[in-house]
């Protein structure tokens, strides 16, 4: 069973869910009901393929999570100067957030109907699998959470029904140790990656749970802990730097990413219309042309660009990593064959919402849907987004791994148990790029001075994989002295260190409240 073809097992799993609400006159005697459906490891498998096709749905491929990741740290603005993703970049109160919230849950509760129909099916080592995959879901879901709405969320361990009582509210240690516990579990059971055949890709992995788990222990500051996991995942050979850096943003649904430790898979190359796309890519254009499904939503701050100014590469070029990640007067790329200066005057009327947003982002850019012939667009082919989208890759956990280390030792010289050192591991995502090492660059660093190295490292290798919102909690940098980067935390204020829990749940839900400030 292919992931691409997840989404078949939804009306299955819908009628699972909504058996209960229907009417009499409606009711299908041969449909499927909670009670007859979960039976075999089979209908194990298909429950899950439901967990998995929500991280599909708006969770990854409608772009939610992505545009709040990138509005709400400093990598990303919005062109527009007013609207719902206007007032999210400048911490006003949206639906945006609940949104978050909605598929997140939506995800947590999916993935319990695996957990915990589980037991009553059997114990074997594929469903002791199928199960790690569930647990790390839900763990996922649990550290998107608590990085917008920090831990007084509802507290969610087990599948629950119309009437159950409502979920307690969580805190630090309950939530935390909850996702801990998951991983741990699901550590021990989960395949490698190369244990999946090819059909089964982008399923989760030991190598996934182990990474999640390290991402966990850094971002509660618990660097030894981390180190371990991430070293886990180094050692064991199944992941590595693809080398060329641009191939981890180009799917041709045969080759394997070896870089990939966990991404969402999408379609291929399905008919337009078809549901299991990935939509977030049409959300990054240079300028808005709506008719055909391109809308200029979010822009680079002006930081990032800057920040792949700072160096030159081994042959006196700009850091090639730019030309990947980024469109603009200074990238060599064509975008829908047409530079930049032609996208900004295309039409000769400048449609740049903000004359000030010189930059677009381009390292998910999709660029099948049309052909530009002139002024003039020839055909639309597809609007569907084929290429997947990495939640976790190896170069990411390399930089982490020089970062936990250079906390433990107080510094990045000495090695962890594998014999690198954090400055090691640096050279070798920079020299993938055509990068001098930084050993050579800048030898002798301080251990604060080589954090804010790694802080700039992230940027330039990771930019638009959603990953700089949490390391701004990390360090702690997510507060309105981080202005100089992006002028959208001005009006950044103490109450949104985290989002409102929605009202929506406040009102269902008695145990939850709102959170500091609001």
């Known amino acids: 069973m292919e992931m691409k073809n997840i989404r078949l097992y939804l009306p299955i799993l819908s009628l699972i869910l909504l058996v209960s609400c229907m009417e009499l006159d409606q009711f299908n005697p041969n449909a499927p009901t909670v009670e007859s459906?979960?039976?075999?490891?089979?209908?194990?498998?298909?429950?899950?393929?439901?967990?998995?096709?929500?991280?599909?749905?708006?969770?990854?491929?409608?772009?939610?999570?992505?545009?709040?990741?990138?509005?709400?740290?400093?990598?990303?603005?919005?062109?527009?100067?007013s609207g719902e993703l206007y007032n999210v970049a400048r911490f006003i109160e949206e639906p945006w957030e609940f949104y978050w919230w909605q598929n997140s849950y939506k995800l947590i509760s999916r993935a319990y109907q695996v957990i915990d129909r589980s037991g009553a099916i059997g114990d074997t080592e594929n469903i002791r699998a199928i199960v790690g995959e569930a647990q790390f879901l839900v763990a996922l879901a649990y550290y998107n959470l608590v990085q917008m709405?920090?831990?007084?969320?509802?507290?969610?361990?087990?599948?629950?029904?119309?009437?159950?009582?409502?979920?307690?509210?969580?805190?630090?240690?309950s939530i935390t140790g909850l996702m801990e516990n998951l991983l741990l579990e699901a550590i021990p059971v989960l395949p490698l990656a190369s244990e999946y055949p090819l059909d089964q890709y982008a399923r989760v992995t030991k190598g996934a749970a182990q990474s999640l788990l390290g991402k966990l222990y850094m971002q509660t500051h618990q660097y030894e802990l981390a180190s371990e996991q991430f070293m886990a995942v180094i050692e064991s050979g199944q992941y590595r730097l693809l080398a060329n850096f641009a191939d981890n943003f180009i799917n041709d649904g045969v080759t394997l990413n070896e870089e990939a430790i966990f991404l969402v898979n999408f379609t291929l190359n399905g008919p337009q219309g078809e549901d299991d796309e990935n939509s977030r890519h049409r959300s990054y254009g240079i300028r808005e042309m709506s008719g055909i499904g391109i809308f200029s939503d979010i822009a680079p701050t002006?930081?990032?660009?800057?920040?792949?100014?700072?160096?030159?590469?081994?042959?006196?070029?700009?850091?090639?990593?730019?030309?990947?990640?980024?469109?603009?007067?200074?990238?060599?790329?064509?975008?829908?064959?047409?530079?930049?200066?032609?996208?900004?005057?295309?039409?000769?009327?400048?449609?740049?919402?903000?004359?000030?947003?010189?930059?677009?982002?381009?390292?998910?850019?999709?660029?099948?849907?049309?052909?530009?012939?002139?002024?003039?667009?020839?055909?639309?082919?597809?609007?569907?987004?084929?290429?997947?989208?990495?939640?976790?890759?190896?170069?990411?956990?390399?930089?982490?791994q020089a970062e936990a280390l250079n906390e433990i030792h107080n510094g990045p010289d000495a090695a962890d148990e594998l014999g690198n050192t954090a400055y090691e591991y640096v050279d070798m995502v920079r020299e993938r790029s055509n990068m001098f090492p930084l050993s050579i660059a800048k030898p002798g660093l301080s251990p604060s001075e080589f954090l804010t190295q790694l802080q700039h490292e992230r940027v330039v290798e990771l930019a638009e994989e959603c990953v700089r919102y949490f390391d701004l909690r990390r360090w702690g940098l997510y507060n309105n002295n981080n202005n100089t980067n992006d002028t959208d935390f001005e009006t950044w204020t103490s109450e949104d260190r985290w989002a409102n829990i929605p009202l929506e749940e406040r009102e269902v839900n008695p145990n939850l409240t709102s959170n500091p400030g609001y």
């Not at 979960?38 to 967990?51: I, P, Q, R, S």
């Not at 969770?59 to 990303?76: H, P, Q, R, W």
């Not at 990640?325 to 449609?351: A, I, P, Q, V």
């Not at 012939?373 to 170069?395: H, M, N, P």
């Open 149 to 173: 709405f920090g831990y007084h969320i509802a507290y969610v361990d087990k599948e629950l029904g119309a009437g159950d009582d409502p979920a307690p509210r969580g805190n630090s240690l």
């Open 37 to 81: 459906f979960w039976k075999t490891e089979a209908d194990l498998y298909t429950g899950l393929m439901g967990a998995y096709a929500q991280l599909q749905d708006d969770y990854y491929g409608g772009g939610d999570i992505n545009a709040v990741c990138l509005t709400m740290s400093d990598m990303g603005t919005v062109t527009r100067k």
């Open 302 to 400: 002006p930081f990032i660009f800057e920040s792949f100014l700072k160096e030159r590469d081994v042959d006196g070029n700009f850091d090639p990593r730019m030309d990947i990640t980024l469109f603009n007067d200074s990238t060599s790329r064509l975008f829908y064959n047409l530079t930049y200066e032609e996208w900004r005057y295309f039409g000769t009327l400048d449609l740049l919402y903000d004359k000030n947003i010189t930059t677009s982002f381009m390292k998910y850019s999709e660029q099948e849907g049309l052909e530009i012939s002139g002024d003039t667009v020839v055909t639309e082919k597809f609007k569907i987004g084929q290429t997947d989208f990495l939640v976790i890759r190896y170069a990411d956990i390399l930089l982490l």
